[in-house]
């Protein structure tokens, strides 16, 4: 999308569309210019109140613009970044409805310029690359924006968040994409392309896993035509700083659940078991790209949970990379065991000083806290607290939950530790059986199930795949950075 920035409302060229924003509250309209008099009967009528993300269409002549789109903001008192976003997706939803290219935008004087444009970049996204012949006609983006009443010198500050939510959709791509396109395999090749000045990937492949003796993520994907490996993405912005942020994301391009077959309803949305580390992956790279002042590393521990004559199987006893046995209770808890090694390995090599790790991990917390919410289990408050400062920023909601001793149920007769321990609180026995990894460190594990590829399209996520995470995590960053 292109964006300009212009302060000659009467001089504007001809476009699709003008968005006129309005507070919720009879006649009670900003920057409404020249035809506030055309929306003085609709406005009278209560049919358009403009409360929170409501939208009614005009089309009053002698304007340059083809339609006018009234958009409610909710109620002035109340108005804040995350109320923002979903009334500009709104419009944005509107306008790719009428598939307007050319928009023109009244800016609100809220002056809150990360939830507008927060909301119209991340709600302007189409998945089309799975489509055929209507692939022209799904093509309904905006593609050139003017924005009336903000001064240009904020146009750096747009320009930063349009590339920060480039990166979301490049994961909602991935996230979208088929699983026997987006495999282990490509996620190295995608990362591979990643490698430059600021950021250097490197490649564990089989034998340099089987070397490093990292036997959990080699068992989850020996089923597998597609070889496990493990990618790091390194940069380095404080060079003179002793601190280092470990990423971690689950890699699991398709969960089959193993031998622990997933029945039907289960596994029609396991491609999306890689959003992990796509989401890790660029979030570093967006990192390097935005030149922040922070050492981190990003380490996806790829592979695909097949079926066949080489699955791993129930009772099997595998050695992790730390030296720790673990028993396999449920081939389906593999997600868990991919982070376990990656963890472990970062922990034996990097030297990290925080470890934040992130996946989609549970059934069980989509029941707990639904498809808004990711679930954090942290040994660190600061940690938890700064992930809830970035959650509060970006509008990606966590909640915080304990980690209660449990660990008695993960416990085995012929290994270190069991990689299941019963249904019951689920989600914080994975958080347990990840915390027997992280060597001490301070750490915090995101469980994402719930918002990382939703049921149906919601506010400014426009398909299932919401690139959830990645601002989160971007955000958490930069706290780090600003220390």
């Not at 954090?376 to 992930?387: C, H, N, R």
């Not at 001490?440 to 995101?446: F, K, L, N, R, S």
């Amino acid at each position: 999308m292109k964006v300009r920035f212009s302060q000659d409302f009467g001089a504007r060229a001809k476009a699709d569309l003008l968005i006129a924003p309005y507070w919720e509250g009879p006649r009670e309209a900003f920057k409404a210019g020249p035809f506030g008099s055309k929306a003085e009967t609709l406005l009278a009528s209560g049919d358009f109140q403009g409360k929170l993300g409501e939208t009614a269409f005009l089309y009053p002549e002698g304007m340059p613009e083809s339609r006018l789109l009234l958009l409610g903001l909710g109620k002035k008192g109340e108005c804040d970044a995350e109320r923002l976003r979903r009334s500009f997706a709104a419009a944005v939803k509107a306008a790719n409805k009428k598939k307007a290219k050319t928009v023109h935008l009244l800016f609100p004087e809220a002056k809150e310029i990360r939830g507008v444009f927060e909301g119209i970049f991340l709600s302007d996204y189409a998945f089309l690359k799975l489509k055929g012949e209507t692939r022209k006609d799904a093509d309904v983006c905006v593609s050139s924006l003017t924005v009336f009443g903000l001064d240009s010198k904020h146009g750096k500050e747009v320009e930063r968040l349009e590339q920060i939510v480039s990166a979301v959709h490049a994961v909602r791509d991935l996230v979208n994409g088929n699983a026997d396109d987006v495999t282990p395999e490509s996620l190295v090749r995608d990362a591979k392309a990643m490698n430059g000045k600021k950021l250097k990937i490197k490649i564990l492949d089989r034998k340099q896993l089987e070397k490093e003796g990292m036997g959990l993520l080699l068992a989850v994907g020996q089923g597998a035509r597609y070889e496990p490996s493990l990618i790091l993405a390194e940069y380095n912005g404080a060079p003179r700083s002793k601190e280092r942020i470990l990423l971690v994301g689950k890699g699991v391009t398709y969960d089959t659940g193993g031998l622990c077959l997933k029945p039907l309803d289960n596994m029609l949305t396991m491609k999306s078991d890689m959003a992990g580390a796509a989401t890790v992956l660029w979030t570093v790279k967006t990192a390097a790209d935005l030149g922040l002042k922070v050492n981190v590393t990003a380490l996806a521990p790829v592979a695909e949970n097949a079926i066949g004559s080489k699955s791993y199987k129930l009772g099997d006893v595998i050695r992790s990379i730390s030296g720790k046995t673990v028993e396999v209770l449920n081939t389906d808890a593999e997600g868990r065991l991919i982070l376990a090694d990656a963890i472990a390995y970062g922990v034996k090599h990097l030297e990290p000083t925080a470890i934040v790790d992130i996946g989609t991990l549970t059934g069980a917390i989509v029941i707990a806290l639904g498809e808004e919410i990711g679930g954090v289990f942290s040994t660190s408050d600061k940690i938890a607290k700064d992930l809830e400062t970035a959650s509060a920023e970006t509008g990606e909601s966590v909640w915080r939950l304990p980690l209660y001793d449990y660990k008695e149920s993960l416990s085995s007769d012929i290994a270190d530790i069991a990689n299941v321990g019963g249904r019951d609180a689920g989600s914080m026995k994975c958080a347990l059986f990840l915390q027997e990894f992280t060597g001490g460190v301070p750490w915090a594990h995101i469980d994402m199930a719930g918002p990382a590829f939703v049921s149906k399209p919601k506010h400014y996520n426009p398909t299932k795949a919401t690139g959830w995470g990645l601002r989160l995590l971007l955000e958490f960053l930069e706290l780090q950075a600003g220390r």
